[in-house]
T-cell receptor
């Protein structure tokens, strides 16, 4: 199946700093990637849709200036948490759809996630 | 937006037991996936099943799209089946997934 990687797998930073998380599709090209956030004991919430070569589309309530998304190539999307604060501590997960399947196959594949702790 | 509810929220099984997890959704969908989130947080794809029935080893899933629900069957459960099971759906053409509330499964020896 399709493989999606994320880096780093975990990060601890001081309040006020910025953190960049990378999401890569390793064996396929993804024109669209998705970023999710998951708080402990909760479900995943979609933050934004990352489109290669164009601006990301953010879900309601997600600050685009806080969570900067760049999708500069067909295999890489980055999420930058700017001026991070303790309330930004969470588990961030990206996903991508493998377009090589049939049109009816819209399976999304998920990266292993990045745990962010802001002190 | 679409609502996705899963039941039960928590489930404890003895190894070898069978179980059924349910996913109800409030609108028509064109994509439904089942995932297993392991203790390290990795989401593992189980099924892409917007309708019909599929089986993969000890797992099988059935989606009745007209009645807006999906079921995940786990047979002969093992301790490695422990974790959180999510269903996720999308509507329209954007492929954006809305996740359900999840079922926390613990399989004991």
């Amino acid at each position: 199946g399709a493989v999606v990687s994320q880096h780093p797998s975990w990060v601890i930073c001081k309040s006020g700093t910025s953190v960049k998380i990378e999401c890569r599709s390793l064996d396929f090209q993804a024109t669209t990637m998705f970023w999710y956030r998951q708080f402990p004991k909760q479900s995943l919430m979609l933050m934004a849709t990352s489109n290669e070569g164009s601006k990301a589309t953010y879900e309601q309530g997600v600050e685009k200036d806080k969570f900067l998304i760049n999708h500069a190539s067909l295999t890489l999307s980055t999420l930058t948490v700017t001026s991070a604060h303790p309330e930004d501590s969470s588990f961030y997960i990206c996903s991508a759809r493998d377009p090589r399947g049939s049109e009816r196959e819209k399976t999304q594949y998920f990266g292993p996630g990045t745990r962010l702790l802001v002190l | 937006g679409i609502q996705v509810e899963q039941s039960p929220p928590d489930l404890i099984l003895q190894e070898g037991a069978n179980s059924t997890l349910r996913c109800n959704f409030s609108d028509s969908v064109n994509n439904l996936q089942w995932f297993h989130q392991n203790p390290w947080g990795q989401l593992i794809n189980l099924f892409y099943i917007p309708s019909g029935t599929k089986q993969n080893g000890r797992l099988s899933a059935t989606t009745v799209a007209t009645e807006r629900y999906s079921l995940l069957y786990i047979s002969s459960s093992q301790t490695t089946d422990s974790g959180v099971y999510f269903c996720a759906v999308s509507t329209g053409g954007g492929n954006k997934l809305t996740f359900g509330t999840g079922t926390q499964l613990k399989v004991e020896l």
